[in-house]
């Protein structure tokens, strides 16, 4: 009889540690990493499924659409869409990881940060561009590049890989800023693969700024290098060194910035080609570590593709505009909380389930 009672006294506190286990060991993602195509909507990955029938991107368990309107605007631009997704907020043009009343919102990234994780950013343009400056930094422009810079290695943001090392020759010419020191006591600096390569297999280095071309680096077609399979690789095998999980953002640029200009199949394919080869990064590393929620979006369609059929029926690619579009974008994941994205989701929705997901890891 005595024991029942105590049985019956314990219960609660039971079932809650019970459901607590759960919740960490199946919903909660010990590591992020989230792939952005900027500018690629259905017609950009229709290219790289005709030209590849096997993508890493069919491997994701979890499809839905993101709805990529701003806080005051239907067609939106890469400022406030990444706004959205790395805080959970809609915001203005222009603006950087802040609200439409130009108030930081804290990122996903900073969520993860502050919870002692690895964090990473990896971009095919300038490291200060608007993509990966919204998940690390708040300003209400994103032409304040030397600010959005000074806040990134502040932070720090522990992986750093893209273009711009013009900065560094900026900030090396006129030091009133103050970075010159910073960047050496925080970070290794490379310029090239090889220095990447270095950095990925010295399992002391947990910091690295790698700019590897004065502004934005080439295009797939022609070559970069590194290019963003080699950056995915190296980011990860140096964020896997922080035991309590790492968030990484990887973004290929060239698929909005080639849709700007209008360019053909060949130039986008590639661009898609060699995302989705960074992906699959991703994923083999999702299925050595499934604790691992991989999500790969868009921000927002640029170019208006239309792929339409000539008289024998074979696809001609046209363009609507030299800018970006209002169509809802593909959204691809796997791993825990990965089921919470499907369907129809606003960018901001999307951003407040990241931040749901990264913030309960902690508890
Ligand atoms: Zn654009």
Redo the contacts with the bound molecule.
């Keep these: 009889m005595n024991h029942l009672r105590t049985l019956l006294y314990l219960l609660p506190t039971v079932l809650m540690l019970s459901a607590c286990s759960q919740e960490n060991g199946t919903d909660e993602p010990a590591n992020v990493i989230i792939f952005i195509a ?2 690629a909507g259905l017609a950009q990955w229709t290219l790289a499924h005709f030209a590849n029938e096997n993508l890493a991107v069919r491997q994701m368990t979890v499809t839905g659409l993101v709805d990529t309107r701003g806080s005051n605007h239907e067609v939106s ?2 400022a406030p869409t990444a706004t959205a997704l790395a805080t959970g907020v809609r915001s203005v043009m222009g603006a950087i990881g802040v609200g439409p009343d130009s108030l930081p919102r804290e990122s996903v990234l900073e969520v993860a940060h502050r919870q002692g994780w690895g964090t990473g950013l990896i971009t095919t343009t300038t490291i200060t561009d608007a993509t990966p400056a919204s998940f690390a930094t708040h300003v209400p422009s994103r032409t304040q590049r030397l600010e959005i810079f000074k806040q990134m290695i502040n932070l720090p943001v522990h992986v750093l890989l893209g273009g711009g090392s013009r900065m560094i020759q900026i900030i090396e010419a006129q030091d009133s800023l103050g970075l010159e020191s910073i960047i050496r006591d925080r970070y290794n600096y490379v310029e090239t693969l090889t220095g990447l390569k270095l950095h990925s297999q010295d399992s002391t280095t947990s910091n690295i700024l790698g700019l590897f071309s004065p502004g934005e680096m080439a295009m797939a077609i022609r070559g970069r290098s590194p290019n963003l399979v080699e950056m995915t690789k190296a980011g990860i095998d140096i964020l896997q060194r922080y035991p309590k999980g790492f968030f990484l953002l990887v973004e290929n640029e060239g698929s ?2 080639y849709a ?1 200009r209008n360019l053909d199949r060949e130039v986008l394919t590639a661009e898609m080609l060699e995302f989705d080869e960074a992906v699959a990064v991703g994923l083999s590393f999702h299925q050595q570590h499934p604790e691992t929620l991989v999500v790969v979006t868009s921000d927002h369609e ?1 170019g208006g593709i239309t792929l339409r059929g000539d008289e024998e029926r074979n696809l001609i690619l046209e363009y609507a505009t030299t800018s ?1 579009t209002a169509a809802l974008v593909p959204l691809f994941a796997i791993g825990p909380g990965a089921e919470k994205l499907s369907g129809i989701h606003r960018n901001d929705e999307v951003g407040r389930i990241l931040l749901d997901l990264i913030d309960g890891s902690s508890n």
Excluded: K, P, R
Aim: aromatic share 0%; glycine share 22%; net charge negative.
């Design positions: 900027d500018g631009g890469s909005d910035t700007h640029t970006h």
